[in-house]
């Protein structure tokens, strides 16, 4: 049962977690028996919580269940780096497990930044250790759901995992999702017009993000009923990008369509990215 006054609660209520779990149900004396160490309890809630996924767009949490999980809770930084810190001891100041008081790692960001405990004593009060592609480190002496949990809220800072204190936090669960690419002409609007207009017809909607450089733009949303991810976008080329669950394909295909529509922009050229759903030019009057 989770403490309604503790971490996780808060972090709950913070950042809502899916209705289903990827990868977060299993036999937990099976996998700590098979690590070779029993494993802290909240984060045990973690991931039966929220399972496989990504918080915020960049923090992936481990999980040690899926038989095709490719962030598994796994006992391999000894294997991975032990043979390069032969040559270079230095960047290697804590014992990687299973070597006694060894980092393990929980969680993974999109850019290879590593969430571990520091194994030393009993689980409950191993300290959180991030550590860096370029081999820096910062220590935190709390828990994970903790760690999470003050991060979000901007109590706990990072100079290893920075935040965007004007995003409101999420959560994504590793569902298979379909990416197509729609190539657009340009239209007789402006840029911000057309988003608003994008966003007006596919709402509600929450940000995920925006990026500006030398005129060209690039937008991120999620279409808050469905969980859609959309990227609009002038950076690379004038796009708009559409990740949704393959059930949801001819739903997704009229809603974006009809708003391309409202934009007043042509569609010049679909591409399937990535999935099996294939999005024929519009044709609904």
Not at 24 to 39: C, F, H, P, V, Y
Not at 67 to 95: I, M
Request: hydrophobic share 35%.
């Amino acid at each position: 049962m989770i403490d309604i006054h503790g971490p996780l609660a808060r972090l709950i209520e913070r950042v809502p977690p899916p209705t289903e779990t990827i990868d977060g149900r299993g036999d937990w004396a099976r996998a700590e028996g098979s690590l070779g160490t029993a494993l802290p309890h909240d984060y045990k809630q973690l991931v039966e919580t929220y399972g496989r996924g990504d918080f915020w767009g960049v923090l992936c949490l481990c999980t040690p269940f899926g038989d095709d999980n490719p962030v598994r809770l796994a006992a391999d930084l000894l294997d991975d780096y032990g043979p390069l810190r032969e040559s270079w001891p230095e960047q290697y100041p804590y014992p990687l497990f299973p070597e006694q008081g060894g980092l393990l790692t929980w969680a993974v960001t999109d850019i290879g930044t590593r969430l571990c405990w520091l194994t030393a004593g009993p689980p409950a009060s191993w300290p959180v250790v991030i550590w860096s592609r370029d081999d820096e480190y910062e220590r935190f002496d709390c828990g994970a759901a903790t760690f999470l949990e003050s991060w979000f809220s901007g109590r706990l800072t990072s100079e290893l995992l920075p935040r965007d204190p004007d995003l409101a936090p999420w959560f994504d669960a590793a569902i298979p999702r379909d990416h197509i690419y729609l190539r657009l002409g340009d239209g007789a609007l402006p840029y911000a017009e057309r988003l608003e207009i994008l966003r007006d017809a596919l709402a509600p909607t929450a940000d995920r993000g925006s990026y500006e450089y030398d005129g060209s733009r690039q937008d991120h949303f999620v279409v808050a009923e469905t969980g859609w991810q959309l990227t609009y976008e002038t950076a690379y080329e004038h796009q708009l990008r559409v990740a949704f669950p393959p059930a949801d394909s001819a739903r997704a295909r009229h809603a974006v369509f009809t708003a391309v529509d409202r934009m007043g922009c042509a569609v010049q050229a679909i591409q399937t990215v990535h999935g099996t759903s294939s999005w024929a030019p519009h044709s609904e009057g």
